[in-house]
Nanobody
Protein backbone atom coordinates (compact mmCIF):
# COMPACT_ATOMS: atom_id res chain seq x y z
CA UNK A 1 0.00 0.00 0.00
CA UNK A 2 1.02 3.56 -0.67
CA UNK A 3 -0.26 6.54 1.26
CA UNK A 4 -0.32 9.96 -0.35
CA UNK A 5 -0.65 13.19 1.55
CA UNK A 6 -1.21 16.54 -0.09
CA UNK A 7 -0.45 19.91 1.44
CA UNK A 8 -0.18 23.53 0.42
CA UNK A 9 -3.76 24.33 -0.46
CA UNK A 10 -5.49 27.47 0.71
CA UNK A 11 -7.15 30.72 -0.26
CA UNK A 12 -5.47 32.99 -2.80
CA UNK A 13 -6.48 35.98 -4.87
CA UNK A 14 -6.88 35.65 -8.61
CA UNK A 15 -3.54 36.14 -10.29
CA UNK A 16 -1.70 34.75 -7.29
CA UNK A 17 0.31 31.58 -6.81
CA UNK A 18 0.27 28.44 -4.70
CA UNK A 19 2.52 25.42 -4.53
CA UNK A 20 1.03 22.06 -3.68
CA UNK A 21 3.10 19.19 -2.34
CA UNK A 22 2.44 15.47 -2.27
CA UNK A 23 4.43 13.03 -0.19
CA UNK A 24 4.19 9.27 -0.63
CA UNK A 25 4.81 6.84 2.20
CA UNK A 26 4.45 3.14 2.74
CA UNK A 27 5.42 0.81 -0.07
CA UNK A 28 7.46 3.38 -1.92
CA UNK A 29 10.30 1.24 -3.19
CA UNK A 30 8.51 0.88 -6.48
CA UNK A 31 8.68 3.59 -9.12
CA UNK A 32 5.51 5.54 -9.62
CA UNK A 33 4.31 8.03 -12.15
CA UNK A 34 2.54 10.83 -10.31
CA UNK A 35 -0.37 12.99 -11.24
CA UNK A 36 -2.57 15.79 -10.02
CA UNK A 37 -6.30 15.87 -10.56
CA UNK A 38 -8.95 18.27 -9.34
CA UNK A 39 -12.66 18.30 -8.68
CA UNK A 40 -14.74 21.43 -8.49
CA UNK A 41 -18.18 21.49 -6.83
CA UNK A 42 -20.76 19.85 -9.05
CA UNK A 43 -18.18 18.75 -11.60
CA UNK A 44 -16.36 15.54 -12.39
CA UNK A 45 -12.77 14.96 -11.39
CA UNK A 46 -10.45 16.18 -14.12
CA UNK A 47 -6.82 15.72 -15.01
CA UNK A 48 -4.43 18.58 -14.26
CA UNK A 49 -0.86 17.38 -14.72
CA UNK A 50 1.30 14.26 -14.60
CA UNK A 51 4.97 13.39 -14.47
CA UNK A 52 6.88 10.21 -15.14
CA UNK A 53 8.89 8.48 -12.43
CA UNK A 54 12.16 9.86 -13.78
CA UNK A 55 10.68 13.31 -14.31
CA UNK A 56 11.54 13.48 -17.99
CA UNK A 57 7.95 13.32 -19.25
CA UNK A 58 5.22 15.71 -18.22
CA UNK A 59 1.64 16.16 -19.36
CA UNK A 60 -0.70 19.07 -18.72
CA UNK A 61 -4.36 19.78 -19.26
CA UNK A 62 -4.90 22.52 -21.82
CA UNK A 63 -6.58 24.65 -19.17
CA UNK A 64 -3.43 24.87 -17.04
CA UNK A 65 -0.59 24.57 -19.55
CA UNK A 66 1.74 27.53 -19.21
CA UNK A 67 0.45 28.40 -15.74
CA UNK A 68 1.08 25.22 -13.74
CA UNK A 69 4.30 23.27 -13.38
CA UNK A 70 4.60 19.73 -12.08
CA UNK A 71 7.93 18.54 -10.73
CA UNK A 72 9.43 15.82 -8.61
CA UNK A 73 11.37 16.54 -5.46
CA UNK A 74 14.81 15.30 -4.60
CA UNK A 75 13.27 12.95 -2.05
CA UNK A 76 11.87 9.73 -3.43
CA UNK A 77 8.23 9.78 -4.40
CA UNK A 78 7.49 13.43 -3.79
CA UNK A 79 5.80 15.64 -6.31
CA UNK A 80 4.90 19.31 -6.49
CA UNK A 81 2.42 21.39 -8.41
CA UNK A 82 3.35 25.03 -8.73
CA UNK A 83 0.34 27.07 -9.75
CA UNK A 84 0.77 30.58 -11.09
CA UNK A 85 -1.66 33.12 -12.53
CA UNK A 86 -4.49 31.41 -10.71
CA UNK A 87 -8.03 31.95 -11.90
CA UNK A 88 -11.33 31.59 -10.07
CA UNK A 89 -12.07 28.55 -12.23
CA UNK A 90 -9.06 26.81 -10.69
CA UNK A 91 -11.01 26.54 -7.44
CA UNK A 92 -11.30 22.85 -6.60
CA UNK A 93 -10.10 20.07 -4.38
CA UNK A 94 -6.74 18.94 -5.74
CA UNK A 95 -5.80 15.29 -5.51
CA UNK A 96 -2.42 13.66 -5.83
CA UNK A 97 -2.31 10.21 -7.39
CA UNK A 98 0.31 7.53 -8.05
CA UNK A 99 0.39 5.08 -10.93
CA UNK A 100 2.39 1.86 -11.00
CA UNK A 101 2.30 2.01 -14.78
CA UNK A 102 3.41 4.66 -17.18
CA UNK A 103 2.51 8.31 -16.87
CA UNK A 104 -1.05 9.03 -17.91
CA UNK A 105 -3.75 11.65 -17.91
CA UNK A 106 -6.47 9.10 -17.23
CA UNK A 107 -7.70 8.73 -13.66
CA UNK A 108 -8.38 5.02 -14.13
CA UNK A 109 -4.65 4.43 -14.65
CA UNK A 110 -3.84 5.58 -11.12
CA UNK A 111 -3.65 3.11 -8.28
CA UNK A 112 -3.40 5.30 -5.21
CA UNK A 113 -5.01 8.58 -4.25
CA UNK A 114 -4.60 11.16 -1.55
CA UNK A 115 -7.43 12.76 0.40
CA UNK A 116 -7.14 16.06 -1.42
CA UNK A 117 -6.37 19.65 -0.53
CA UNK A 118 -8.71 22.57 -1.10
CA UNK A 119 -7.62 25.41 -3.36
CA UNK A 120 -9.86 28.45 -3.43
CA UNK A 121 -9.17 31.35 -5.78
CA UNK A 122 -11.04 34.53 -4.91
CA UNK A 123 -11.86 37.25 -7.44
Amino acid sequence: QVQLEESGGGLVQAGGSLKLSCAASGRTYSSYAMGWFRQAPGKEREFVAAISWGGSITYYADSVRGRFTISRGSAENTVYLEMDSLKTEDTAIYYCAAAVGTVSGRAVEYDYWGQGTQVTVAS
